[in-house]
């Protein structure tokens, strides 16, 4: 019988190792910034969603503490006394809700124009 002679790699096989391993690490770099991208994404909409949450409680607290007659209340009294001071917003506006009589709807315009509603209830 014959023996065969394996004492080295060929040029064939490393030109295919090294495509094999120039594709996972494609693979692997897309997958990396796929999830870059998300992270990125879910990390900017959870700060809208906190500003949103902080501008609400503020404007509650707001209407709760310092305002104990809402007629008194008006739409340049609210923008003046919270907008910039507490958080950025173009304006606070305060109006009766027309399903229910017993609540008002207050409405804030953010920054990049997205409304934040909330409806407050003065019994």
Same mark, same amino acid.
């Given at each position: 019988?014959?023996?065969?002679?394996?004492?080295?790699v060929t040029?064939?096989?490393?030109?295919?190792?090294?495509?094999? =391993?120039?594709?996972?690490?494609?693979?692997?770099?897309?997958?990396?910034?796929?999830?870059?991208?998300?992270?990125?994404?879910?990390?900017? /909409?959870?700060?809208?969603?906190?500003d949103k949450?902080?501008?609400?409680?503020?404007?509650?607290?707001?209407?709760?503490? /310092?305002?104990? =007659?809402?007629?008194?209340?008006?739409?340049?009294?609210?923008?003046?006394?919270?907008?910039?001071?507490?958080? *950025?917003?173009?304006?606070i506006k305060?109006?009766?809700? *027309?399903?229910?009589?017993?609540?008002?709807? =207050?409405?804030?315009?953010?920054?990049?124009?997205?409304? =934040?509603?909330?409806?407050?209830?003065?019994?």
């Open positions: 019988m014959k023996k065969l002679n394996n004492k080295g040029l064939i096989e490393l030109i295919v190792s090294f495509i094999l =391993v120039a594709v996972a690490v494609i693979y692997f770099y897309q997958t990396l910034y796929t999830v870059k991208k998300l992270y990125s994404k879910s990390q900017k /909409e959870t700060q809208e969603f906190v949450t902080y501008a609400l409680r503020i404007v509650d607290a707001y209407i709760d503490d /310092e305002a104990k =007659v809402y007629d008194s209340l008006t739409n340049n009294t609210l923008t003046e006394n919270i907008c910039g001071k507490y958080f *950025e917003c173009d304006n305060i109006e009766d809700n *027309e399903d229910n009589n017993k609540m008002y709807k =207050v409405t804030i315009t953010m920054e990049n124009g997205e409304e =934040v509603v909330l409806y407050k209830y003065h019994g």
